[in-house]
């Protein structure tokens, strides 16, 4: 039985029926109290949003890093080359980490990303909150503040390992970190230039 809260009224699935209770209904059932910064309970436990984001340099491999449902952070950096992992984990984050990324994966769900005239890196994101509409967003790292970015800074600080970002000789503005770098417009080979930091 799943029990999904969104400061108000609980909505528990019982026997194919869809029944309204209030929150303190739900707080029996759970037997602790609902914490607005929990979205959702499924068995008890919390559920937070699962944030999944990509990101590379122009000429530089894929890294991914991403939250999982039930609190997990995950992440895959691999070689300059992409031909190997430089590092790749998984640690389960505490109360207060998790509390943040969900408030800036709430911000970022309403926001637009903005681009840059140049890019060194670019991420695409996705934050899936239960029972709402999927957030899709490609978007530049730059250093002003939007809520994306924010969220992408966030994550990163709470890796212990660091992603190898090569520095191209050439960029654009606009490019999919999902796709190979040797498969990027415009196609060359493009020398690379020490390295892009993107960690706190």
């Known amino acids: 039985m799943c029990l999904t809260t969104r400061f108000g009224p609980a909505w528990v699935l019982a026997a194919g029926l869809l029944f309204a209770v209030p929150v303190n209904a739900g707080e029996s059932i759970l037997k602790r109290p609902i914490d607005p910064f929990d979205y959702s309970y499924c068995g008890g436990q919390p559920v937070y949003p ?55 994966a709430e911000v970022t769900q309403f926001s637009d990303p903005t681009f840059a005239d140049v890019a060194g890196v670019n991420y695409q994101m996705g934050v899936d909150f239960q029972g709402r509409q999927y957030k899709r967003l490609h978007a530049v790292l730059t250093d002003n503040y939007t809520p994306a970015n924010e ?40 020398p690379r230039m020490g390295y892009v930091s993107v960690g706190p």
């Not at 190997?84 to 389960?92: D, E, F």
């Not at 191209?168 to 060359?188: G, H, I, M």
């Open 151 to 190: 969220l992408f800074r966030a994550m990163l600080a709470l890796v212990p390992d660091k992603p190898l970002m090569p520095a191209c000789a050439q960029t654009a503005k606009f490019y999919s970190p999902t796709v190979l770098p040797d498969k990027r417009e415009p196609l060359a080979e493009l």
């Open 50 to 104: 699962v944030i999944g984001i990509n990101f590379a340099t122009f000429c530089g491999p894929r890294n991914q890093v991403a939250l999982g449902r039930r609190g997990e952070l995950m992440w895959t950096f691999p070689s300059a080359d992409g031909q190997a992992a430089h590092a790749q984990g998984r640690r389960k984050l505490n109360e207060l980490e998790l509390k943040r990324l969900s408030l800036l």
